[in-house]
């Protein structure tokens, strides 16, 4: 006799809930032994007065986040992709679009 | 109450028969409804527990940061600003900040050069971050050459990696010398890049800062608050363009979910009606229903949140690396902290199962209570 | 089990309307315990309407309905599904089961709201497939079963509820002569075990089979002789 549709319904769903209650214990200790990790990283932060995530490194507004003037659209990389909801709109003027190689050696004047 | 589950299990057993009938169609449903879930979780967790990350590690960022401002732009500050600012209460120590950008047009990704304050390093020595070395294939002891402003020729050899467990914060830093710094980039001496105040009550700060306003009207002062909201809204744009770029496929799953859900077929109605003749309840239609707007809302929901969780946290969240990174040829590695915020899972919860459920059983209530006796014809 | 009695009942359809259509007239009408009644009559006649008022399935227009004494007329739609869950046991026309799932499945059917021992039921349930020839086909999709398979599942369904009455609107209106007759013959195995049959029809092979005990005939809403 095999077993029955809600059954195997119930015990799947009894087993995801589970499931989902090892994620946030799982969550619970990775967080709590992060602790080492974030001090390293919260040290390096100190020791070296950083200021932002190295997340987003194409241009200089979005490596440092905090640290950018508020206008500096297209200063960077010449591809760099735009941070105002005009850029997406707006693509990078024609004379920088894939010519990058050619222009850098000349324009990779440093900031 | 015993009898309570009892019926509810017949009713599930029902349910997921009449489901089944159409297995190639249901299971679809729930594969494009786990998949949204799926994303929209990914999204959720990932930025959550960024956020949570930088709140942390960014808490011991300088508190005051002063830029110089020309024509709306930042500059290079003079030393001398040290010595215009003085004496100022609650200011424990100030200095200037030497860091800045360069191109490397060899991997054609942007470096951030740092005079690092806590070692000290010779001529011709640096230490890179560890996402440089691996996008550089560079090890410690290897040469690595860049040209400077001037056109000439820097050979750096690499003494040292940066911890790569902290590459969210290092991963693109070159540290190097004062002296080489200003060499390399032509910045004359007794010029910084910015000024950095350390203040040791928090309170103190916006007094501070609006005396630095005062004494030197062309500057900047940038607190570690700002910085701080910086990175708490920071994801919400990067997050909108997820969003935006989802909606419609978002929108087209409500169509479809609605119409399954809510359009009932003559053969459905035709269903009802023999449930009814042969002893069902209106009640009980109805409950069946819930279970199958359930079942498949719930399966979705936690096989797409489990996804998820697998995916941001145990996958460093691969699959956003290609938005997230954008135009940036240095990406850093790292295993974002799990931080989860159980309200914002429970949110997701209920957007996700109780809008189906109910699209499932609303259209049911005017079938549900026709008579029986159309069946007889 | 006790006397089903209907006085003066009436059944409008649309009621008021431009479309209004009386289709019973005002019937009187006994049907004792344990006899095999069937309605006889042509098409249209209010074969179908009388029998759905009779078990529970819809409410006269006007009249009273007892059963065992008990007015059913005035009751709410919950009592008289409850009624109508222990009581009856309806076959219909075109047998009306649930595509797509068992044979199994559509015999439990009508108990799942009562919600027994689900064992029990099963064993229930193949007990009476057994009975009518059809273990073999439980867990068989009803859409592949003959006209005799589908109409025998449907009398388990039918009877798993134990019923007292059992309801079967033109019964044989899609079988072949020597189906029906063995229909006919699997309905006196069940007046045999005690239950009450009503049955409409116009197929000779029933109202003229030796099972039924009494053949009641309508014409145009109104009963022709008793
Ligand atoms: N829901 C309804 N609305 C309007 N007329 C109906 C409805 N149901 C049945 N009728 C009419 O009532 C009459 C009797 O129908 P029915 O009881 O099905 O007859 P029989 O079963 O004897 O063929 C028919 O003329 C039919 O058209
Ligand atoms: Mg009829």
Not at chain 2, 185 to 192: A, L, N, T, V
Not at chain 2, 217 to 230: G, N, V
Not at chain 3, 93 to 118: C, D, R, S, W
């Amino acid at each position: 006799m095999h077993m029955r549709k809600s059954d195997l319904f119930l015990i799947s769903l009894v087993f995801a809930c589970i499931l989902v209650a090892v994620t946030f214990v799982d969550a619970h200790w990775r967080v709590l032994n992060a602790g080492s990790h974030l001090d390293g990283m919260a040290q390096m932060v100190r020791q070296l007065e950083l200021t932002d995530l190295s997340l987003f490194t194409e241009a200089r507004y979005t490596r440092h986040l905090s640290q950018a003037d508020y206008h500096t659209a297209f200063q960077d990389h010449p591809l760099a992709i735009e941070h105002f909801p005009s850029g997406s709109l707006i693509h990078p003027p024609q004379l920088l679009q894939g010519t990058d190689e050619v222009i850098f050696p000349e324009t990779a004047l440093p900031d | 109450m015993k009898s309570f589950f009892l019926k509810q299990r017949y009713l599930i057993d029902f349910t997921l028969s009449s489901l089944l009938r159409r297995s190639g169609k249901n299971i679809g449903l729930l594969l494009v409804y786990t998949l949204i879930v799926f994303m929209l979780a990914s999204v959720m967790l990932f930025t959550h527990a960024l956020r949570n990350e930088a709140g942390h590690v960014l808490a011991e960022s300088p508190e005051i940061i002063l830029q110089r401002m020309i024509a709306g732009r930042h500059d290079l500050i003079p030393g001398g600003y040290l010595e215009k600012i003085g004496q100022v209460r609650g200011v424990m120590e100030k200095h200037g900040r030497l860091w800045g950008y360069f191109f490397d047009p060899a991997i054609k990704a942007n470096y951030t050069l740092m005079v690092p304050r806590d070692r000290s390093l010779g001529e011709g020595e640096i230490v890179v971050g560890a996402g440089i070395a691996r996008t550089r294939g560079v090890g410690i002891g290897d040469i690595l050459s860049f040209r400077s402003a001037d056109s000439r020729t820097f050979s750096f050899r690499v003494m040292d990696i940066l911890q790569s467990d902290s590459e969210l914060v290092s991963s693109d830093l070159i540290l190097l010398s004062e002296a080489q710094f200003r060499d390399f980039f032509g910045i004359p001496e007794g010029f910084y890049t910015d000024l950095v105040l350390r203040v040791r009550n928090p309170k103190e700060l916006r007094t501070i800062a609006e005396k630095l306003t005062l004494k030197l009207p062309d500057t900047r002062p940038i607190l570690r608050d700002e910085i701080m909201r910086t990175y708490d809204s920071i994801f919400s744009w990067r997050q909108g363009i997820v969003f935006i770029l989802m909606a419609g496929a978002i929108l087209a799953f409500v169509i479809f979910a609605w119409d399954k859900a809510s359009g009932l077929s003559a053969e459905e109605r035709k269903e009802i009606g023999i449930l009814k003749a042969i002893g069902w309840e209106t009640a009980d239609v109805i409950r069946m229903k819930f279970w199958e707007g359930f079942i498949i809302s719930i399966s979705a929901f936690l096989l797409g949140y489990l996804l998820a969780y697998l995916h941001v946290f145990y996958a460093s969240a691969g699959l956003f690396e290609s938005v997230l990174k954008g135009w940036a040829v240095l990406y850093p590695e790292f295993q974002p902290i799990p931080y989860i915020d159980g309200l914002q899972v429970a949110t997701l919860f209920f957007f996700t199962v109780f809008p189906y459920t109910v699209a499932t059983i609303i259209p049911i209530w005017r079938a549900a209570i026709t008579d029986p006796d159309t069946v007889m014809r | 089990m006790q006397t089903i009695k209907l006085e003066q009942v009436k059944k409008i359809f649309h009621q008021g309307r431009p479309n209004e259509f009386c289709a019973i007239h005002g019937i009187d009408l006994t049907i004792e315990p344990h006899y095999t009644t069937v309605l006889k009559g042509p098409s249209g006649s209010g074969k179908t309407t009388l029998l759905s008022m009779i078990g529970c399935l819809s409410r006269p227009t006007s009249g009273r309905i007892t059963i065992g004494g008990d007015m059913l007329s005035g009751l709410p739609e919950r009592f008289m599904t409850e009624i109508r869950r222990k009581t009856f046991g309806f076959i219909f026309k075109q047998f009306n089961l649930i595509k797509g799932l068992t044979v199994l499945e559509n015999v439990m059917l009508p108990a799942y709201p009562l919600a027994p021992n689900h064992a029990a039921l099963k064993q229930h349930a193949l007990q009476l497939l057994d009975q009518f020839g059809l273990v073999s086909k439980a867990t068989l999709n009803v859409e592949f079963l003959s006209g005799g398979e589908a109409q025998r599942t449907a009398i388990c369904r039918a009877m798993i509820n134990d019923p007292e009455i059992l309801i079967a609107d033109e019964p044989t209106a899609n079988l072949d002569t020597k189906l029906s007759r063995e229909f006919m013959a699997l309905i006196q195995q069940l007046v045999d075990q005690g239950t009450t049959v009503i049955l409409t029809s116009h197929d000779p092979e029933v109202y003229e089979s030796p099972v039924i005990d009494r053949v009641v005939e309508m014409r145009d809403g109104l009963l022709e002789s008793l």
